[in-house]
């Protein structure tokens, strides 16, 4: 029973370096949530976890000068939620993230554990997408950057290279005239993983778009950037014909299964759907900024 | 190796424990501690009997290692009631018929708390979404919801 | 002035402060020097044998202080007959470790023992089972073309009654019929608190016993049986336990394991289930019923038929009642029922709360709807049409039956004129709005029942029977009575159940508990009653003079002339004058037999329900509910309320969410967590009104209860799938209705 070891470093060079030292055997703690339920069911048992909530990088929340953000990978979705600006400027990564998971879930989970689980229905992932949000990796090799979708490789799978730890999500500043918004469809009304999540991030200027992107989860092994949606809203004035287009480019980009809380052809349908209702608050929230 | 010595404050209490690393702090509170107010049912998370507050955030404490607990603050449900007296909250309950087989009870108790603290009057709504984490198989929930609303009514009257 | 009693008024439960504190103890939270903890490993196939156990590298953790498998358990019972157990069906029972056989997916192969859970659970998870798996089948869509008559009936289940006049004829010849199939899936327990056992080492040979179960006394009888134990040497304890709702009727796996390894050990042993665990064991058997309705012009009923296909095991035959209700629920001249079993490779089902009636229910009050819709009448007017007015199977009058009252009050409170006939006729916004009704309709029982009373010189009174509260209130209603008895406060009562050692009783279950102890506590009070009222009129200058017992009242804890209430002697100076330190009395409650023959007895209710539909994404809500309920006289409006309201939440997750999908690949249940099984959650649940309609019931019991723990279930989700379709026009006869089933479109439009 005692050859697991728990750290809980102060810097990030230290995480970093027990990490990588532990070839494989680490595994990160942030939030927990989906490492302890892995643990106890047997399906890992790592050599060393690696606590990394007392990094003050890792659990900061900070508006960069050009008036960005900059969220700590292990920052809670409930902490988040306090943040006295972050909902204002992204209600739509903020209402994804708080989707993750209970009350009780919230005050653990994290949106770098989101992405870094690699589930295909991961809530913050499509919003984060859409948001166009890069995050900053650190491993022995040192610091760099990616954009979240180019993270996950697969259903529990990611593109960090061996020892890599994902440190931050940066968001860029927000235009005039931008808004967005995450839904998504679930069988139970809460407490449910999504079947088919959207999330949309858009720019309207004197009413036409001028900028769009379209992230959708639980459609495909990844969580979708669907550019070819976020083409056909950009240069219209979001009339029906437009959002019917962008939602056929959702529908034709859904690779879904079949599974117990939807078939293929329903995650196929509700992926259209879900688009058109995303874009509709979303568009609200762009014309009132 | 060898355990883990864990210094923590446990509903105001300094306490100390020793745990293995992959121990959850729901283990070690039903386990060595004897608190076993905080039930467990399911330990993943998604019942929501096992919550606890741990610096003031409510968490599902099978989710929690109890080596996190270092220099934390913990309240569990043995830390709800003030000695005799009952908080508000388990007066209603029991007025109301909030509870039947006890096992949920707890932790719905300690998740409604920090609505509470958070949130004095929350709306029907709120109440149900903030409370949808915590899995109860016997009342069908609606004397929880009209307990934890009759409560906020009360304590906000207290309060002016 | 006699003071309001406590029977009928609304009571807080005596037994809530112990749980809203964290205090009350269940089975797996008793502590015992040098307790040892148990894991099981669960098999992995569904059928076939073990080849081999290697257990070397679990026994080689520290800590680990033996690995039970078939190859090393400590004997039992051989005969077969020692392991059934008071409630088991006809068959075999279940034997863990028994042997090399596998008989379902998730049986227990092995029990790691070890000095903490944690060791248990690592070391448990190296022992390596090899297998040679044989064919197996848990689709019961390929079962039902073997399916059989049980040719051994099930004690306490009544099979289908002998078909009344030409069913099949009259459907021929009925104008409007109703023909479909309408099934349910398997539904698991999923009870909050886990299955467990603690097993306290007294020595000596002695076991105190904690154990998740409805009836200690089953425990008990078990584990003596099956390990030659004596009465003497086992005590079983379980004060307190976290919901059952049947799954603790028979003794489960992980009592067999914690005792075995007791005794093998010669130290107290702990095995907690997992929530996964739950999931192989006890279940409701997935369901197929046919319908065939057959009705005049105007609706009124001239043909039903009924015939259900339940899985079983392939060790037992469990049986419940899904189509007798079809037979007594409306009137009709020309009714043939058939009940069958088809065997699965999975675990034996095991009632669940209302076991059989929302399943046969549901197809009823199903098709009853679909021949509303081809009559063109009103669903309410088409049952009050067809109302039965005497039990039709067996040809009997009822006790009581109120539900020409429910179905008036119900529709009054949920304001059913206001529904517009046709579907998808009622809309607000995005959503389609449905409304639905359906009855229900449970057994009531009483069991014969023994209890405890004894009043001491300190005023206080005790109360026992070996009984349980699984969440339902029998501390308090029990509580309730024993007060009454003697016009004592509540807190003078200490209500003592859960306990081997404690006067006999049945298991907790069928909405009996009531009914069966609450009349052995009064039995018991009465009889101390009589032996202190003879001390009361002893007393010196008794101002009772010789007015017999009928002519006192008992208030405020003295006993008083009915006439003339001022007059009176104290509790307490009675017994002093009687010398008697405490009085004592046992008491046996049974079923009045002559009552039994001559009469049927059923709660009813009839329930309305409100969907709306979003019908773009399929997503529905239950936003009302109204429940009126006919069950006899309500001892405790609180506990009563709540016992109705889960019930109905039970019948809206049959609806709409509870489903344990088996991949038949590995003839496995694959969503075996809370996360993948679901169960209502707070958000899901919107207003539900329970109405108790008056009902007078002197022959059900003494005390004029008819119980209920289960009516609340029966019905509810035929009013739900009634009002989806009303909101839709889709008629889904497939339990749960999801969300595909819902947008299920012609396969030209699904392509898009």
Redo the contacts between chains.
């Keep these: 029973m005692t050859d697991i070891r728990y750290l809980a470093p102060r810097t990030l060079d230290e995480a970093v370096g027990a990490f990588a030292a532990a070839r494989g055997a680490a595994r990160i703690l942030a939030g927990g949530t989906d490492l302890l339920v892995q643990m106890r069911a047997g399906a890992v048992r790592p050599g060393l976890i690696v606590d990394i909530k007392r990094i003050a990088e890792m659990t900061s929340i900070e508006e960069t000068a050009d008036g960005g953000f900059r969220i700590g990978a292990a920052v809670s979705g409930a902490v988040l939620g306090e943040h006295p600006r972050f909902g204002q400027v992204w209600p739509g990564v903020l209402e994804a993230v708080n989707l993750i998971g209970s009350t009780q879930v919230q005050g653990r989970a994290s949106p770098g554990g989101n992405l870094c689980n690699a589930s295909p229905a991961g809530d913050s992932v499509p919003a984060m997408i859409a948001a166009d949000a890069v995050v900053t990796v650190q491993g022995p090799d040192g610091r760099r950057q990616m954009p979240v979708a180019a993270v996950p490789a697969g259903p529990g799978r990611t593109n960090l290279a061996p020892g890599e730890i994902l440190v931050s999500f940066t968001l860029p500043p927000r235009p005039r005239g931008a808004g967005d918004a995450y839904l998504r469809m679930i069988p139970r009304t809460e407490m449910d993983i999504a079947v088919v999540g959207c999330g949309v991030n858009l720019t309207l200027r004197d009413g036409t778009c001028t900028a769009a992107r379209v992230g959708l989860g639980a459609v495909a092994p990844t969580v979708l950037l669907v550019g070819e949606a976020g083409k056909a809203l950009v240069g219209s004035r979001l009339d029906a014909a437009a959002i019917e287009a962008a939602a056929a480019a959702c529908r034709a980009a859904c690779r879904p299964i079949d599974d117990k809380r939807g078939t293929i052809a329903y995650r196929t349908r509700i992926a259209g759907v879900l688009l058109k209702r995303t874009v509709g608050i979303a568009a609200d929230r762009a014309g009132r900024a | 190796?060898?355990?883990?010595h864990v210094s923590t404050t446990i509903n105001g209490e300094p306490t100390e424990f020793l745990c293995?690393?992959?121990?959850?702090m729901l283990?070690v509170l039903?386990?060595p501690l004897?608190?076993?107010?905080?039930?467990?049912?399911?330990?993943?998370?998604?019942?929501?009997?096992c919550?606890i507050t741990?610096d003031g955030?409510?968490?599902?404490s099978?989710?929690?290692?109890a080596?996190?607990a270092?220099d934390r603050e913990i309240r569990?449900?043995?830390g709800?009631?003030e000695g005799d007296r009952?908080h508000p909250l388990?007066q209603k309950?029991?007025?109301?018929?909030a509870?039947?087989?006890?096992?949920?009870?707890?932790g719905v108790?300690m998740?409604a708390r920090?609505?509470l603290e958070q949130n004095p009057d929350p709306t029907e709504?709120e109440?149900?979404?903030?409370?949808?984490?915590?899995?109860?198989?016997?009342?069908?929930?609606?004397?929880?919801?009209r307990a934890v609303l009759d409560t906020a009514a009360e304590m906000r009257e207290a309060a002016r | 002035m006699l003071k309001e009693p406590h029977v009928g008024a609304p009571r807080s439960r005596v037994d809530g402060r112990a749980k809203v504190t964290g205090e009350a103890k269940y089975a797996a939270e008793f502590p015992a020097p040098g307790l040892a903890h148990g894991h099981v490993v669960s098999g992995a196939i569904a059928r076939g044998r073990i080849t081999g156990i290697d257990t070397t590298a679990a026994c080689a953790v520290p800590g680990v202080l033996e690995v039970f498998t078939h190859e090393n358990r400590p004997r039992t019972a051989w005969f077969d007959y020692k392991h059934r157990d008071e409630v088991a069906p006809p068959g075999s029972p279940f034997r863990p470790l028994y042997d090399e056989t596998i008989l379902y997916s998730g049986q227990p192969v092995a029990l790691v023992v070890a000095e903490d859970s944690g060791t248990a659970r690592h070391a448990a998870s190296l022992v390596r089972v090899e297998y040679e798996a044989g064919a197996h089948e848990t689709d019961l869509l390929r079962a039902r073309e073997d399916a059989y008559v049980p040719p051994k009936r099930r004690s306490g289940i009544s099979p289908p009654p002998k078909p009344r006049g030409d069913a099949v004829a009259a459907l021929a010849e009925a104008p409007l019929r109703v023909e479909a199939e309408y099934r349910i899936a398997t539904e698991h327990h999923n009870p909050m608190e886990m299955h467990a056992t603690t097993v306290v080492w007294e020595g000596g040979g002695k076991l105190t016993v904690h154990d998740k179960i409805q009836g200690v006394l089953n425990s008990q009888g078990y584990i003596c049986n099956v390990f030659g134990l004596s009465k003497e040497d086992v005590r079983v304890v379980s004060p307190f336990v976290g919901g059952a709702f049947g799954s603790g009727l028979r003794p489960q796996y992980q009592l067999f394991l914690a005792v075995m390894a007791a005794l093998a050990l010669k130290r107290s042993v702990r095995v907690v289930l997992t929530r996964d665990q739950m999931f192989t064991f006890s279940h409701r058997p997935e369901t197929i019923n046919q319908v065939a309705l057959g009705a005049a012009a105007d609706g009124m009923l001239r043909a039903i038929r009924h015939d259900a296909i339940g899985a079983t095991s392939r060790f037992e035959d469990h049986q419940e009642v899904v189509v007798n209700w079809s037979g007594l629920l409306y009137h009709c001249d020309n009714v043939e029922l058939g009940y069958k079993l088809a065997q699965l490779d999975i675990h034996t089902p095991a009632d669940m709360r209302a076991p059989g009636a929302p399943l046969g229910v549901f197809a009823l009050e199903s098709a009853m709807d679909e021949l509303a819709d081809k009559a063109g009448i009103d669903p309410l007017e088409l049952r009050l049409k067809n109302y039965a007015e005497t039990d039709e199977n067996e040809g009997k009058p009822y006790t009581s039956k109120e539900l020409r009252a429910a179905y008036r009050l119900g529709a009054e409170r949920f304001g059913w004129s206001r529904r517009s006939a046709a579907p998808r006729s009622m809309r607000e916004g995005r959503e389609l709005v449905g409304w639905g009704l359906a009855s229900g309709v449970w057994e009531a029982q009483m069991q014969q029942t023994s209890a405890r009373a004894v009043l001491t010189a300190d005023g206080r009174l005790e109360v026992a029977t070996a009984t349980a509260d699984i969440g339902t209130g029998t501390y308090t209603i029990l509580a309730q009575i024993a007060a009454d008895a003697f016009g004592l406060p509540m807190e003078s009562v200490t209500v003592r159940i859960g306990d081997s050692s404690l006067p006999k009783s049945p298991i907790e279950g069928g909405s009996w508990t009531a009914a069966s102890a609450g009349s052995a506590v009064q039995a018991a009070c009465h009889a101390v009653r009589e032996t202190l009222f003879r001390h009361a009129r002893g007393a010196e200058g008794s101002p009772l003079g010789n007015a017999d017992l009928d002519h006192v009242a008992f208030v405020d804890g003295r006993i008083v002339l009915a006439a003339d209430p001022d007059r009176g002697i104290g509790l307490i100076e009675a017994m002093r004058a009687g010398g008697a330190e405490r009085i004592e009395h046992e008491q046996t409650a049974s079923p009045d037999k002559a009552n039994q023959k001559r009469y049927s007895s059923y709660t009813h209710s009839a329930i309305f329900a409100e969907v709306r539909v979003d019908e773009e994404l399929g997503v529905l809500r239950v936003t009302c509910i109204v429940t009126a309920v006919a069950a006899g006289k309500i001892l405790n409006p609180k506990t009563a309320r709540s016992q109705v309201i889960g019930g109905v939440v039970w019948g809206m997750g049959m609806a709409l969410e509870e489903e344990t999908l088996a991949d038949h690949r590995l003839g496995r249940f694959m969503n075996h967590n809370l996360a993948e099984y679901h169960v209502p959650v707070n958000a899901d649940v919107h207003d539900i009104d329970v109405i108790f309609v008056e009902e007078q019931d002197s022959r059900t019991s003494p005390i004029g209860v008819k119980g209920l723990g289960e009516i609340g279930i029966v019905g509810t989700a035929a009013a739900i799938a009634n009002a989806i379709h009303h909101a839709t026009g889709k008629r889904i006869r497939d339990l749960p209705i999801t969300l595909d089933k819902l947008l299920e479109r012609p396969p030209a439009e699904r392509a898009r």
Excluded: H
Aim: aromatic share 4%; net charge negative; proline share 2%.
């Design positions: 190796m060898a355990k883990l293995e690393p992959s121990q959850s283990d039903r386990g004897g608190l076993t107010g905080s039930k467990e049912g399911c330990g993943s998370g998604d019942c929501g009997a919550t741990l955030r409510l968490v599902c099978c989710l929690v290692l080596a996190e270092q569990t449900i043995e709800m009631a009952l388990q309950f029991l007025e109301m018929a509870l039947q087989c006890g096992i949920c009870t707890p108790l998740a920090t609505l709504t109440a149900r979404f903030w409370l949808a984490g915590n899995l109860c198989r016997c009342t069908g929930y609606d004397k929880i919801i």
